[in-house]
Structure formats: structure tokens, C-alpha cells
């Protein structure tokens, strides 16, 4: 049975409407599509991959369901260190009450990053 998109799209209201199918099944449908289209353009790719051509447009994965690699970036050891040190202010301000935290942030804005970690660990530890 072959239908134009204008009947696909009243069949499919029709159906919703009398609770024949759910929107979330009709959701499935499409996903599987996609997932489908995915694998066609794999196979694709590595077909022409075979002939020696490059492939046009498929995008290089290498495994199963893996992300496009991403470039690192270069980070030398101090703004390493740094951020090390910003990831444990992080950690101990966001467990702070706000009056706190503006203490501790009045501390690191005066005296620096190292004595605001202190103050709000001591703060941290501190049972309530």
C-alpha cells in the first residue's frame, strides 16, 4: 500500500486521536530511521573506503557509536596547577551558605586562592 505524505499524515492523526498508536511509538519509528540511515552511511564509507576513494561527507568514526575525536589542548604545567586549584575552591564554595561564600570570597579577592581554600575548608568541615 502506497500513500502520499497528506494521507501518511491523516492516517497517523487519525490514529492518535483514537488511541491507536501513541505519539512516543511513532517517536521509536523515526529514531530507528535515523539509526538506520547511520548504518547505511557507515557501510557506506567503508565500502569506499575499500576502493581507495575518500569518503564525501561521511564522518570518520573509529568503533561503534564513537564521538569525533576532539583536539586536546595544550595546557602548561601552571594553568594545570591552576585550575587545579580553582577545581578545590569550587568544590568547597559551592557547599558553603551564601554568607559564607562571600566571606571566602572577600578573602580570596584580598589575600589570594590558597588562603580562600583554608578558610573554606575549615568552613566546610565545621559541623553545622
Given at each position: 500500500?502506497?500513500?502520499?505524505?497528506?494521507q501518511s499524515?491523516?492516517?497517523l492523526s487519525s490514529l492518535i486521536e483514537r488511541g491507536r498508536i501513541r505519539p512516543s511509538q511513532i517517536q521509536a519509528v523515526l529514531q530507528e530511521r535515523e539509526r538506520e540511515i547511520a548504518t547505511l552511511r557507515e557501510r557506506?564509507?567503508?565500502l569506499?573506503?575499500?576502493?581507495?576513494a575518500s569518503p564525501r561527507g561521511a564522518a570518520r568514526k573509529s568503533g561503534k557509536g564513537a564521538r569525533p575525536q576532539r583536539r586536546r589542548l595544550k595546557m602548561s604545567p601552571k594553568v594545570r596547577a591552576l585550575r587545579r586549584l580553582q577545581g578545590k575552591y569550587m568544590g568547597y564554595v559551592r557547599r558553603l551558605?551564601?554568607?559564607e561564600?562571600?566571606?571566602v570570597r572577600a578573602v580570596r579577592e584580598k589575600q589570594g586562592m590558597e588562603p580562600a581554600i583554608r578558610m573554606a575548608s575549615s568552613l566546610v568541615a565545621r559541623p553545622s
Open positions: 500500500m502506497r500513500l502520499t505524505p497528506t499524515h491523516y492516517v557506506l564509507a567503508s569506499e573506503r575499500l576502493d581507495g551558605k551564601p554568607a561564600k562571600a566571606r
